[in-house]
């Protein structure tokens, strides 16, 4: 995974965007960026009209995944004790 300007490419190819090239997820696994937007990336109005990119591969969420952890470790070990 790797930084862009508008976000990050994934080993895939695949690009995302997030806002200042912040992630985060929430208490039941919604994947955020920047500081208030969610990325959707499957959703459907209650009107029944839908929109739909390609959900992220099983690989591409283990890549996130893998690239938040160790952005967290490196965090953890610089943070004074």
Do not use: C, H
Not at 3 to 12: C, D, I
Not at 54 to 79: C, G, K, S
């Amino acid at each position: 995974m790797i930084p862009t300007k508008r976000g990050y490419r994934l080993s895939s190819g695949r690009e995302f965007y997030a806002n200042g090239q912040i992630l985060g997820i929430t208490r039941d696994g919604r994947l955020t960026e920047g500081y208030d937007s969610e990325i959707e990336l499957e959703w459907r109005d209650p009107e029944g009209e839908e929109w739909s990119d390609t959900p992220f591969t099983v690989a591409e969420r283990r890549e996130i995944a893998d690239y938040m952890v160790a952005r967290w470790l490196v965090w953890a070990e610089e943070t004074p004790k």
